[in-house]
């Protein structure tokens, strides 16, 4: 390799991180079709050839500018060799039996290794639910400390993540800041509601039991969507009526007792795909899924249910009575005050909270004893997470 | 049941469709748990008493403004028991141990039988995909007709919902004319790249492999994201460069042929989840999931590919190998000839198609021969699938 292509390699991350060298590559040694690596505190990782290849970061295979790949594993041999590898300094060289030559830093190639003891530290890194009951102390965030401040931004984005239910508090209760508040994250997700929606009493309720002054049990919004909405904000404008308190459920935390106590009703609730329906006279919006998600890895990542959503039960006959008894269970745990948390909205606070887990109920309110007026809106996961990663980014 | 009551249920349907009745029920049996109706084409359906009453349409269980229920069936017995069971011309009639009285159409009942008979048939109606190869014959639409003809809107969407590719002819070429055309399904999914984006050439593009002049090899938009967008849709206002041909292939048909010819590839692309990456300066986007995605009932329901946004695949060292095997399989179908549509984008054409199915590419266009300008946007499959309901219910 010239000492000019050497100086670009190193100037040149394919990433946006930067991958520190925590531990050094002591060994390699080479296989048919991969190089094994020893490190430091003596784990041996494997990187076979096409993986490696694939993944060179040269400026011939990753855009310099866009950082994407423009090099296609398709393009060299299945039975790709390695013409010679060396460890040099922390870094890994190897030139292809074709001549292209990729270097590979040390701090990268382990945050990346994908021998079982790597897999299993990343998955743990990665599970940061904490699931709640009724004594949960609700995390609560000042207005102006995450408007100001990226820390506290960041602080309150965990909460939300990890705990799936947050309380905004000292908020203006003027009709623009709720988007403010959301565009400290990113875009608004917009539905059928709109992109930003208005709960309080219409004169003739004809799309949602939402905008009548009806109780409303624990729910998930719009589980009629394929992807239900992953965040909710509900800010609160004015609240002068009798009633209608915020009750929420942490719907892990149900699956999670539901899967520990009653194993086969747990089945059932992640197998069996129900039918939600919105029908109304614009539009008609049908899903299939199942009660309880379980994401890639098997774990609980994902609550589907309002109960005057669902369309009647689709199952074999032989399955119906186990299936109604399964989701009699999940809907009586919902009503456990054991689960349930509760405070009323004043005007000035803010919910933003995991539509996606953390069940949103309403009781039943009094329209003649004042006015109540909740503005709403929905954003995707993806930008919670998109947004968590970028602010830990420049810690 | 007093003859007021009855009026009001026959007034009142807890849908906004009419489901006809196509077929008379003509004999019931009352069993421990459920009532066994048999039809005049010898049919028998059996209806479990939960079921039916968890599917009370009267106004007391079903708000007759927002047609939602507000009854739960966890507020009966699980061993619920009706007293009285009665077929009266084509209604099944039931009154409860608790006095509470149902009535259900007999239209109503049967499209929402679910006996092994009736399931399947429902299942055949929702099969309409028709997979593609080369010889595709691009079903063409006028905008015109698509402007101000219901049926030619219904026409229109019926083909991207089950060719998933169509190209929409004469347009203006004016910048607001994609949001009218979008408009007239729904509203526009927004995404970090905005609600509608302009595809030409940047002078600096950091963030993705399209805004440069590169060619792009068949792939799914935005797969980095938990949802991919369903629909695509992108609208030539100018097209002087040299070269920028699109190109389709359809997703499904490599699937399936993948799943025909070679179905431990199959396995591993519809079961291996594979991490995508969309990274920038301010954004940190990744999604996991398989490259085939299965619906609840095991159709292909899903491709999601990009090959330059896969991060490292993460999997056990034992798998790596098999899994490039199945990778480039798939990659390599989508450069084989049998399955490539191509046309040439012309100012005033439009593609819309299933961005989640029909995999696009194009071709490296000449920057210095001529600009070419498409503005884009994406709308979800929800709004396409709940359109076409409607435009159903009033033919």
């Not at 919004?221 to 609240?239: A, K, M, S, Y």
């Not at 009094?366 to 980014?393: F, K, N, P, T």
């Amino acid at each position: 390799m010239s000492a000019t292509q050497q100086a670009v390699l190193e100037s040149f991350s394919a990433d946006w991180r930067d991958f520190p060298v925590l531990n050094r590559p002591v060994k390699s040694r080479v296989h048919s079709d991969s190089v094994e690596v020893e490190w430091d505190d003596d784990r041996v990782s494997e990187y076979h050839f096409l993986w490696l290849r694939d993944n060179c970061p040269c400026p011939l295979c990753v855009h310099p500018g866009t950082r994407e790949q423009v090099f296609e594993i398709i393009d060299v041999p299945e039975d790709l060799q390695a013409e010679a590898v060396e460890l040099s300094g922390d870094d890994l060289h190897i030139r292809w039996q074709d001549g292209h030559e990729s270097v590979y830093g040390a701090g990268w190639l382990r945050a990346h290794s994908y021998d079982e003891a790597s897999r299993d530290e990343r998955l743990h890194e990665q599970r940061t639910v904490r699931v709640w009951k009724t004594d949960l102390a609700i995390p609560r965030f000042d207005y102006q400390a995450v408007m100001s401040n990226e820390q506290s931004l960041l602080q309150w984005l965990l909460a939300v993540r990890d705990t799936g239910l947050a309380l905004m508090t000292g908020m203006p209760t003027s009709e623009d800041i709720l988007e403010q508040v959301a565009h400290r994250i990113s875009f608004i997700r917009e539905s059928n509601f709109g992109s930003l929606f208005e709960v309080r009493t219409k004169v003739e309720a004809v799309n949602s039991n939402a905008y009548t002054s009806l109780q409303l049990p624990p729910h998930t919004d719009l589980p009629t969507r394929e992807l239900q909405p992953g965040l909710q904000f509900l800010h609160c404008l004015v609240n002068d009526a009798t009633g209608g308190e915020s009750t929420f459920v942490d719907g892990f935390a149900i699956a999670q007792t539901i899967r520990e106590q009653f194993p086969e009703d747990f089945t059932l609730l992640t197998q069996v795909p129900v039918s939600f329906r919105n029908k109304a006279p614009q539009s008609d919006y049908r899903s299939l899924g199942p009660i309880i998600g379980l994401d890639a890895r098997g774990e609980i990542s994902e609550i589907r249910l309002a109960n005057w959503l669902r369309a009647p039960f689709d199952l074999s006959s032989g399955d119906m009575t186990a299936f109604y008894r399964a989701y009699r269970r999940f809907f009586a745990l919902t009503r456990d005050p054991a689960f349930i948390v509760s405070h009323r909205l004043a005007a000035g606070e803010m919910w933003c909270f995991d539509n996606r887990r953390t069940m949103h109920a309403r009781n039943a309110f009094d329209q003649a004893s004042g006015m109540r007026h909740l503005r709403g809106c929905y954003m995707d996961r993806d930008e919670l997470l998109s947004r968590i990663l970028v602010l830990q980014r420049s810690r």
